[in-house]
């Protein structure tokens, strides 16, 4: 008689899947690589069949692994959710969940929607606002929990510190337009404060390419506005896709840029609710595609050196304010959507 598929050895072939590494998942497990091994065996043995290539060095799924993958993935969903669900008539409370805008329409309606119906009885207020600010709010205790981005000079007084992912920084502009060719760049830029932006500057300074900032929204949706209208090019995260934008690189003109680190901040760690839903939010944020279960436990991951962005910071440029007829288009620029009539423009000299 076979033995039953255990749930943990089906988490841990799922995380191989994922992760591509037998080191990455023993050092996530806690556990070392011959042990990572041996629970594979385990698997394959009440499997009955092979589920990946032999070569281990580059983990390949068999037939009967493709064949696995998707029954493993729905076993562990229904698993976790039904251990949520057991739990949850017991845990009661409100979390503030702290998330910039450019990760809020990404990373969170899965996220908070799968909490709501594991947990009615927890209140979540989200507040969106830039990583500084949110560094701020949670030291002073007005926020729970946040997502936010790892910034050279911002520390915040929390209780916990989890590095979630390194996230490519991308250039994006409009599919088939070429805004991007113009000799000064024009840019749709969040204000200042941001690492996007930042990194974006001294990434166009060290490479000699003139720019301006035809735009500075405080949400990515003027952002794409602009972008989609060919009128700024603009930085996102690689896993962020906009329909009707394309990624351009250094066949564009483009220079390259640094990676960013997706942190999560937990204020106080003995907070049930907060600890649940950051849980799940660690969870999801920590996959590279977000079209995949939300479903990742706390890895006991510490807090891990950031990447060097290996770039001069970027000048400050001078700027004017110019007050724009209502046809923007008829001088040639295009205002943030939430102030018409107004844009800031820089004097592409000094970035130069």
């Not at 589920?51 to 698993?79: N, S």
């Not at 929390?158 to 992912?165: A, E, M, Q, Y």
């Given at each position: ?10 988490r ?7 992760e ?11 556990m ?7 629970q ?61 805008d450019?990760?809020?329409?990404f ?72 805004a ?9 830029m969040l204000?200042?404060?941001n ?12 490479a ?19 972008a ?21 690189d ?65 000048t ?29 423009i ?7």
């Amino acid at each position: 008689m076979r033995r039953p598929l255990e749930i943990t050895l089906l988490r841990t072939f799922v995380m191989l899947v994922e992760e591509q590494s037998v080191t990455r998942v023993a050092r996530r497990l806690n556990m070392t690589q011959p042990a990572i091994s041996l629970q594979l065996g385990r698997l394959e043995e009440a499997a009955g069949q092979q589920v990946f290539e032999r070569d281990r060095r580059h983990l390949r799924l068999t037939r009967h692994g493709e064949m696995l993958l998707p029954y493993a993935r729905l076993m562990l969903k229904l698993h976790d959710d039904a251990r949520a669900r057991l739990s949850a008539e017991d845990i009661a409370g409100r979390v503030t969940l702290g998330c910039p805008d450019l990760y809020a329409a990404f990373l969170l309606p899965q996220t908070l929607a799968r909490f709501r119906a594991s947990y009615p009885g927890v209140e979540v207020t989200v507040r969106c606002a830039l990583s500084a600010q949110l560094s701020e709010e949670i030291s002073a205790g007005r926020i729970d929990i946040a997502l936010a981005t790892r910034m050279p000079n911002v520390h915040p007084n929390v209780g916990s510190i989890t590095l979630l992912r390194h996230e490519p920084l991308v250039w994006l502009g409009a599919a088939t337009g070429g805004a991007f060719k113009d000799r000064t760049l024009p840019l749709a830029m969040l204000p200042e404060g941001n690492l996007y932006r930042e990194y974006a500057l001294a990434a166009l300074n060290h490479a000699g390419r003139p720019w301006r900032i035809s735009c500075i929204s405080e949400s990515i949706a003027g952002m794409e506005a602009m972008a989609l209208a060919d009128a700024a090019v603009i930085v996102l995260a690689e896993s962020v896709k906009v329909n009707g934008l394309r990624r351009l690189d250094a066949q564009d003109g483009m220079p390259p840029l640094p990676d960013v680190d997706l942190m999560l901040w937990r204020r106080e760690p003995g907070l049930l609710p907060a600890q649940r839903i950051s849980s799940r939010t660690s969870g999801w944020a920590r996959r590279k595609k977000p079209d995949q279960d939300c479903q990742r436990l706390f890895d006991g991951h510490g807090l891990a050196g950031s990447r060097a962005a290996g770039l001069p910071l970027p000048t400050r440029p001078r700027t004017r304010k110019v007050n724009l007829p209502s046809k923007l288009t008829d001088v040639g620029f295009r205002s943030d959507v939430s102030q018409p009539g107004s844009v800031l423009i820089s004097n592409s000299e000094s970035a130069a």
